[in-house]
């Protein structure tokens, strides 16, 4: 009796002990330094214009209107604490049906054929939260708000090509385009 009282004492303790160091001790001083360090990062890295909180560079925004780029569809109305997928596989007939109803709406919307519509259009990434969109797509949009800005093609082109990403490291990933900073170099024209 007394061996096992003396182990479950050593065992509490241990508890205890290990509760505070890893539990405790050491979340708040890794929450510490990201506060610290990377202090955008951890606040969501927000992106702010004249001191007005605008969105977030992480988190796709959906826009109305002729007069901006589209970004991707979201599984989740864009929402941050909702990041997941549909989970609809790619034979469901609920996320064909999907596909198709934005391909056509993308197509009718960009004035092109319904194959002309690139995939990212149509479809949500894996977050459901992505702020980017293909070169493909940008470009497929830059007539539309040419057109509703008044502006040249060529002016649009060239903000699109100012804000398009190459691989990351030049081999990882996708060239991207961010729709937050592209739509914010608009409102700047």
Do not use: C
């Not at 604490?81 to 709406?105: D, F, V």
């Not at 800005?149 to 385009?177: F, I, W």
């Amino acid at each position: 009796m007394i061996d096992f009282l003396r182990q479950s004492w050593t065992g509490l303790r241990a508890l205890l002990v290990l509760t505070a160091l890893l539990g405790i001790a050491y979340p708040v001083v890794v929450w510490g330094i990201g506060r610290v360090a990377f202090a955008d990062q951890a606040a969501g890295s927000p992106v702010t214009v004249q001191g007005r909180l605008v969105g977030s560079s992480l988190i796709g925004q959906q826009v109305e209107g002729d007069r901006w780029f589209h970004g991707r569809p979201s599984a989740n109305d864009n929402n941050g604490l909702a990041s997941g997928a549909s989970n609809l596989g790619p034979s469901n007939p609920k996320l064909i049906t999907e596909i198709a109803e934005r391909r056509a709406a993308v197509a009718k919307a960009e004035g092109v054929p319904a194959d002309q519509v690139p995939a990212d259009a149509v479809t949500a990434s894996g977050s459901g939260l992505d702020p980017d969109i293909s070169p493909e797509y940008a470009a497929l949009q830059v007539p539309r708000v040419a057109r509703a800005r008044g502006l040249s093609e060529q002016q649009v082109r060239a903000l699109v090509a100012a804000h398009t990403q190459g691989r990351t490291l030049g081999l990882l990933g996708e060239p991207r385009v961010d729709v937050l900073q592209l739509n914010l170099a608009l409102s700047r024209i």
